[in-house]
């Protein structure tokens, strides 16, 4: 284990308390501990397990099944226009366009007036319902009933009523998404449910691309609805043989169980276009949903929810009483408070009277004698094991449900008062003839997503995924356990069903079941259950079917991925931290006097005044625009860092003035703002879930706010999960509430993303026109947070193990379309040796976030630091990623416009492939360069994979791979991979730019001619992209400036390559062709010397001979100084 210590100047800064002589004991004792190793290990006792979670507890393992039974009401199923719908919505949104954002009242669309206002919901977004109708929960003992029985306190539970009424509403896309959505019935006398639960469209969704499909048939063999549908003007009628054979159809392909598969009980809706089509199957009791490719006449739905009787929604209650006079429940109530009273006398002994004075990072309590707490050694607790019995109906007795801590919960010496009670929501998704599902980052573990659930216990983890964004104090690695960020996106990959996905809207604290279950005939089905603490079931399907199809409805769904500022895909260098201005000046001479190329530098909390976030420590950087501009006249960037606690200070001007303004999170009362515990000691947080809020932040990086800092400034987002130190599990209660009264469990899992997307507007708008594309790494992230910036691993370690996880987390961001990620190179706490350093360097080098970082514990460890050997190899690996910064460059291009991701697995390029599917040790970038990173020490040789579809290029001997086998399948091969090789290959029928001039930083190179790589298929062609732009303003989308050049190559008809050209504004670019040249092409595999190759353009008829060299041995072709450029069209022929 690596040893492991805190930011002790942070505490010695903070006024810990008033007494001067405790504040010198305690820094005193905090030096002489800095020195104290520890051991490298997570502190279990500080992160709760499902088990400790109520809601987890409850409705793990179908535990409260039998207490959940949901029908469709047909008399309230109704059938909208879309039309009308669509119509409806646009003018409800105008009606109410000058009222506070967050705010604006969308109704449904398309009902009478009574409708509307029983199904408004002010936070709903994107396309109107198209069908809805009533869910009623008929189990002879609901939640509600079991409760008031529970708690009940003398009251006549015969005159009360238990009746369980939930909304549901089915939006279709024009994309294939449906979007399945339960909420609340609203009752107007009801204290807890007449306003609709909290959701966060408005705060995630990407509405401008989110169309309504135009047209949809609904049909049913239930009468009395099929009736309802053949009133609608808007609905083709279809026969009623017709009706009844593709009902039947539907029935059979989906193997419904024989007591539901009643014709009678479905209603089928039909939505597309004739090239592409989709059907929804919507089982009326017990209520489930099928999708099906409506082009499929046979086959297994691609997805289905709520098969298995695990939908659970717990309305809002009234928690009148407290006590029964029954048996079992008094036993439960003297439990619960033996185990209180047990719990609070711990909590008392927790500190042996000591005063608690200040936290770690940890959590672990520092005293005013200068102590710190000691974590305690907890036995770890034996395996549960799972023998499926929530797959099986149970004959649970009345008191076997679990009833604790509805309305109350304790973790630790925190009590969450829960004032609404039990409000979980949770429902299984199945993928039928699915064994491959990915996706709910982030956990420190293998891509695809392991077993968590399964019957006779046979799977990976006893613990389901951990959905709740913490930061976790020296993470493990193999585990569920919850991390800094996370999104609920599972995407399923078959070869029988293709690519399906699902994303499960939810930001509350989620747990997620995976489960395989063996099905007639052979096949395997994927199940995962998931289980929020709050919300709605708000549920996205996305159809597929291949990766670019679901990955285009996932951009449209959430948005898209900003093009970064090029500088941001160079190397980054950081520490915590540079001490001081001389420490950062001699940091970058020493890079440009080894002539290595890196683009930022980065500084950390100790920069600041005592940790005063948009300030300077005048004594150790007393001049720092001085210090930038010097950086920046040598193209280099600085970064940074700005967390999200604000010191409680009312000298500091950012505290005072959030303060008078109310900006920041309050307390359960709603009357006191929110004091916990991070880096500068005593701090407040501001409330990013409000719009003015987040506006009065992004103005504090206004120049004349944000003293010191210049265009060439940008920013880190660090502890932004929020990391509360003397928190529950590290971060917020869950009772806090904002400034709208909406509870943080409600949005805890948005905070993070908030936070940076305020910051990269901030840093947006400081500049003249806004048109400065910024830069923010953050920590934390929710689903959208592509939109906003990076994203890293966190604080990883320098072993050898954490290098292997990078590769399997990275892929699982991608997988989530979360692309603009990386892993901290060398590992942030502990110390690297040559060999790790120089694998990690070469590793990320093909990695989309390249950044070096390492704990001030830590040796330094600048690329010179080990010797002058390792040094030019470090020095080789970044070189090879600056010559592919053109590549790059246009990767992340494609990915903003398709939404497929920069880093790809193996299956979302070769989908037909099954055994790449768990393939996480190799990856794609774009779908031209295969990557095997050197993870082990020692190493000599790699194990890679290729697939037989396409040829092979090694990158550095540009030499084809020899490879048998058949096309369609793989093959594995052993590759040399000494110290000085990562194994890298071109696909053939690929073209690849780069800019092969050594320089020292992105900026240096921006008019460097291109080189042009071409790798021959086995038809002799390739083709490539090229994108181009200013790479560093928002030109590109404002004036459409930029230009995209695409090369061909088809030595059957003797064209070596084509340049075929595409502008967005063609005035602006072509005065800049001449800065856009090629300077070399690189033809590979050309099998002998031609006799002549020739150039044709637009501007001359004449064919002009070009001056090659061909390589005998290698059959590589070089086309030297063609003196064209890449804005121009042309064409180079050869004469065999």
């Given at each position: ?638 970064v940074t860092i700005i967390d999200p606690h604000i010191k409680r200070d009312n000298q500091y001007y950012i505290h005072k003035e959030a303060t008078a303004r109310g900006l920041y999170v309050k307390d359960k009362s709603g009357n ?465």
């Amino acid at each position: 284990m690596m040893p492991r210590h805190h930011r002790s100047s942070s505490i010695c800064s903070g006024a810990l308390i008033a007494r001067a002589t405790t504040i010198l004991a305690l820094c005193a004792i905090i030096s002489t501990a800095i020195f104290l190793p520890v051991a490298m290990a997570v502190d279990r006792t500080k992160f709760r397990t499902c088990q400790q979670t109520s809601f987890c507890r409850r409705h793990r393992h179908g535990k409260s099944k039998r207490l959940y039974d949901y029908k469709l009401v047909s008399e309230s199923v109704q059938l909208h226009n879309v039309k009308d719908a669509v119509a409806n919505a646009a003018a409800s949104s105008a009606a109410v366009a000058s009222e506070k954002r967050g705010l604006l009242s969308k109704f449904l669309g398309g009902y009478s007036s009574s409708e509307t206002e029983q199904l408004e919901d002010p936070f709903v977004r994107g396309p109107p319902a198209i069908f809805t109708a009533k869910l009623v929960n008929v189990a002879p003992l609901t939640s509600t009933k079991l409760t008031a029985q529970t708690y009940g306190d003398g009251c006549d539970l015969s005159k009360m009523s238990f009746e369980e009424e939930l909304q549901l509403s089915v939006h279709l896309h024009e994309d294939g998404v449906a979007r399945i959505r339960i909420k609340e019935v609203m009752e107007e006398d009801s204290s807890v449910r007449s306003t609709p639960r909290w959701t966060s469209d408005e705060l995630v969704l990407n509405e401008d691309e989110m169309v309504a499909v135009e047209e949809v048939q609904a049909i049913s063999t239930n009468p009395a609805i099929q009736e309802k549908f053949d009133e609608s003007e808007s609905n083709n009628k279809m026969p009623a043989v017709e009706v009844k054979n593709t009902v039947s159809s539907l029935i059979k392909r989906a193997n419904v169980d024989s007591s539901s598969n009643n014709d009678d009980n479905f209603i089928v809706l039909t939505y597309g276009s004739n090239e592409e089509q989709w059907k929804l199957m919507i089982q009326i009791q017990p209520f489930a949903v099928y999708m099906f490719r409506g082009n499929e006449e046979d086959g297994p739905p691609i997805i289905a929810a709520g098969t298995n009787g695990l939908t659970h929604f717990e309305v809002r209650r009234s928690k009148e009483c407290s006590t029964t006079t029954t048996s079992t429940v008094n036993q439960i109530e003297d439990k619960t408070m033996n185990d209180a009273a047990a719990d609070a006398n711990e909590d008392v002994n927790r500190h042996g009277g000591k005063e608690v004075v200040g936290y770690w990072e940890d959590g672990l309590a520092i005293y005013a004698d200068g102590s710190r707490e000691e974590r305690k050694e907890v036995a770890e607790e034996e395996d549960e094991v799972d023998k499926g019995e929530g797959r099986e109906e149970r004959r649970l007795e009345e008191e076997e449900f679990d009833t604790k801590d509805m309305w109350e919960e304790k973790f630790g010496d925190h009590i969450d008062s829960k004032p609404y009670g039990p409000m979980s929501v949770g429902m299984e998704l199945t993928f039928p003839s699915s064994t491959h599902l990915f996706g709910l980052p982030e956990h420190a573990s293998s891509t695809q997503l392991k077993t968590t659930a399964g019957m006779d216990g046979h799977h990976y983890y006893k613990e389901p995924y951990r959905l709740y964004n913490l930061d976790v104090f020296e993470y493990e690695l193999d585990e569920t356990m919850a991390l800094y960020g996370h999104i609920p996106l599972v995407v399923s990959q078959s070869v029988k069903t293709g690519t399906a996905g699902a994303f499960w809207f939810n930001p509350t604290e989620t747990f997620v079941d995976i489960e395989e279950t063996p099905q007639a005939g052979g096949d395997m089905d994927s199940r995962t259950h998931f289980m929020s603490e709050s919300g709605i079931v708000d549920l996205f399907l996305l159809p597929g079917s291949d990766p670019a199809s679901l990955y285009g409805q996932y951009a449209r769904l959430t948005g898209r991925m900003q093009l970064p500022p090029i500088f941001s895909l160079g190397y980054h260098q950081c520490r915590w931290n540079y001490r001081d201005e001389a420490d950062v000046y001699f940091v970058h001479s020493k890079f440009e006097e080894l002539d290595y190329p890196y683009d930022v530098l980065w500084l950390d909390i100790e920069h600041t005044d005592g940790k005063r976030y948009f300030t300077w420590d005048d004594k150790t950087f007393p001049n720092p625009i001085e210090m930038q501009n010097k950086l920046g006249a040598t193209g280099r960037r600085m970064v940074t860092i700005i967390d999200p606690h604000i010191k409680r200070d009312n000298q500091y001007y950012i505290h005072k003035e959030a303060t008078a303004r109310g900006l920041y999170v309050k307390d359960k009362s709603g009357n006191k703002d929110y004091d916990g515990w991070c880096w500068p000691g005593s701090s407040s947080y501001l409330d990013f879930t409000v719009e003015k809020v987040r506006n009065w932040w992004a103005d504090q990086f206004n120049y004349d706010k944000y003293k010191g800092s210049t265009p060439t400034l940008f920013t880190w987002n660090d502890m932004n999960e929020p990391s509360v130190f003397n928190g529950p599990e590290v971060s917020m209660q869950k009772d806090l509430l904002n400034l709208n009264n909406v509870e943080h469990r409600e949005w805890h899992n948005l905070y993070g993303m908030l936070f940076q997307r305020s910051t990269a507007e901030g840093l947006t708008q400081r500049n003249e026109g806004a048109n400065v594309r910024p830069f923010v790494l953050s920590r934390s992230f929710f689903a959208g947070s592509q939109r906003y910036g990076a994203i890293w691993t966190g604080d990883n370690a320098a072993e050898w193990s954490h290098l292997q996880i990078a590769s399997p987390m990275l892929l699982g961001l991608n997988v989530a379309a979360l692309s603009f990620v990386g892993a901290d190179v060398g590992g942030f706490f502990g110390n690297c040796d040559a060999e790790l350093i120089t694998r990690w360097m070469q590793a990320a080098a093909y990695q989309p976030f390249f950044r070096g970082h390492a704990h001030h514990d830590s040796k330094r460890r600048e690329p010179w630091m080990f010797g002058d050997e390792t040094m030019v190899r470090l020095r080789h690996a970044a070189m090879a990623r600056y010559a592919l910064l053109p590549f790059w460059y246009t990767i992340f291009w494609q990915a903003g416009v398709s939404g497929m991701p920069v880093m790809r697995t193996m299956w979302m390029q070769y989908p037909d492939i099954p055994g790449l599917y768990s393939i996480d040790d190799q990856y794609l970038i774009g779908s031209d360069l295969l990557v095997k990173p050197v993870t082990s020490a020692g190493a000599t040789t790699s194990h890679v994979l290729f697939p037989l579809s396409d040829c092979w290029y090694d990158v550095d001997t540009m030499q084809r791979v020899k490879l048998a086998g058949a096309p369609g399948s793989y093959v594995a091969k052993t590759v040399e991979s000494g110290i000085d090789k990562i194994p890298v290959y071109q696909r053939g029928g690929s073209i690849i730019p780069r800019k092969l001039r050594l320089r020292r930083s992105s900026y240096l190179m921006i008019n460097d001619p291109y080189t042009i790589y071409i790798a021959l298929n086995n038809e002799l062609k390739a083709e490539g992209t090229l994108y181009m732009d200013d790479e560093t303003t928002f030109d590109h989308e404002k004036r459409d400036d930029y230009g995209v050049a695409t090369f061909s190559s088809d030595l059957s008809s003797s064209i070596i390559v084509q340049n075929t050209v595409t502008l967005g504004n063609k005035s602006a670019l072509q005065e800049s062709k001449d800065e856009r040249m090629i300077e070399r092409i690189v033809v590979m595999s050309i099998a002998s010397k031609p006799k002549e190759i020739t150039l044709t353009t637009l501007s001359s008829a004449t064919a002009i001979p070009m001056e090659f060299h061909y390589d005998e041995e290698s059959k590589i072709l070089v086309i030297r100084k063609p003196d064209v450029s890449a804005l121009d069209q042309w064409t180079m022929n050869l004469t065999p």
